[in-house]
């Protein structure tokens, strides 16, 4: 197979007017920019004061933090660069893909960590101390990385040995079914997005049922722990607003599907169609976890708004 046989089985976005390309190119590049603003100021919040990065709670929101920010910004360079080039050589596109996956599969899997925190925090709470440190959360992103690397590992092996060596010299449409085009990879993409999902579904699912009766058992207290029960409902809260955050990142698995039946319903609009579902797939989820955390969380939002503010002394 020569390079030219390879380049002519990959579909090429549809050409677009300069103003449209223009456009939506800004549209990207702003919410990119505005939101990595607010994770920015984030993680200098969280590096800047030690009663954040000494916290799991903290460590793990800090970390899907920064993951959210290296997907945002790699997804934004793919879509900008696939409207200026229209073809990037198949070998950077690989790695980019590979990067992009794995920070997508870990956002489902820090989810379910932080919703197993606030299941220790109220329902354990003597043993909050012992099972939730420092050393253990920072072991536990570890595994987060691991699993998620080991869920695209056989994918990189297949292409390697599947692919010719002119495949890789070749230019592509840089999307996941053109350079991961095995039948197997794509079953395996499948079968790999219903595993994550039912095992996080399960685990906030769990975790929410044995806040939600904490909470309840609290209520019923209430005159002798009033602050138990406020601080057992916003964890219920919280673990609730995951699953959230979670329906929203599932938009990127379904983003296929979605786009085969609106182009069913308006094949001429192709072009909108992709950039629309790039948008709420791929770049608002993003605007979850500073919701979540940065702004719902008291602590958390008087250091960070100051920051945002530019104004660098806190006060008491």
């Known amino acids: 197979m020569n390079v030219s046989s390879v380049n002519q089985t990959w579909p090429l976005p549809p050409m677009e007017s300069f103003f449209s390309v223009v456009t939506k190119n800004a549209i990207v590049t702003v919410l990119c920019v505005s939101i990595n603003y607010i994770n920015g100021t984030q993680i200098h919040t969280f590096t800047k004061h030690q009663i954040f990065n000494c916290n799991p709670r903290y460590i793990l929101f800090i970390h899907l933090v920064i993951n959210d920010t290296m997907q945002l910004v790699l997804s934004t360079l793919l ?16 790695v ?15 989810l379910a960590s932080m919703a197993a925190e606030r299941y220790v925090a109220v329902c354990l709470p ?3 101390a012992q099972l939730c440190t420092v050393r253990r959360t920072y072991w536990l992103i570890a595994l987060i990385w691991a699993f998620s690397i080991l869920a695209i590992a056989p994918d990189i092996f297949l292409v390697l040995a599947t692919e010719p060596p002119a495949f ?12 991961f085009r095995n039948p197997y990879s794509l079953r395996k993409q499948v079968a790999t997005h219903v595993l994550f999902l039912v095992a996080v579904w399960l685990a906030l699912f769990y975790t929410y049922t044995r806040i939600l009766h904490a909470a309840k058992v609290a209520n019923k207290a209430a005159n002798k722990a009033a602050n138990k029960a406020a601080h057992n409902k916003k964890a219920r809260d919280t673990v609730a607003l995951h ?9 990127v698995y379904v983003r296929p599907m ?8 308006l094949p001429e609009r192709l072009s909108d169609i992709r ?7 791929n770049v608002m989820p993003r ?30």
């Open 258 to 265: 979605l786009e085969s039946a609106l182009l069913y319903l």
């Open 79 to 94: 879509h900008v660069v696939m409207y200026a080039l229209r073809t990037i050589n198949t070998s950077l596109c690989l």
């Open 275 to 281: 950039f629309a579902s790039y948008i709420f797939s």
């Open 96 to 110: 980019v893909l590979v990067v992009t996956i794995i920070t997508t599969h870990n956002t489902p899997l820090n």
């Open 243 to 251: 699953g959230v955050q979670l329906l929203l990142g599932m938009l």
């Open 168 to 179: 890789f010299r070749s230019r592509v449409s840089c999307a996941r079914q053109f350079v």
């Open 126 to 128: 003597l043993r909050h």
């Open 287 to 316: 605007l979850a976890s500073p919701l979540v955390y940065g702004l719902r969380d008291e602590s958390f939002r008087r250091y960070m708004t100051r920051y945002l503010l530019c104004k660098m002394s806190v006060g008491t």
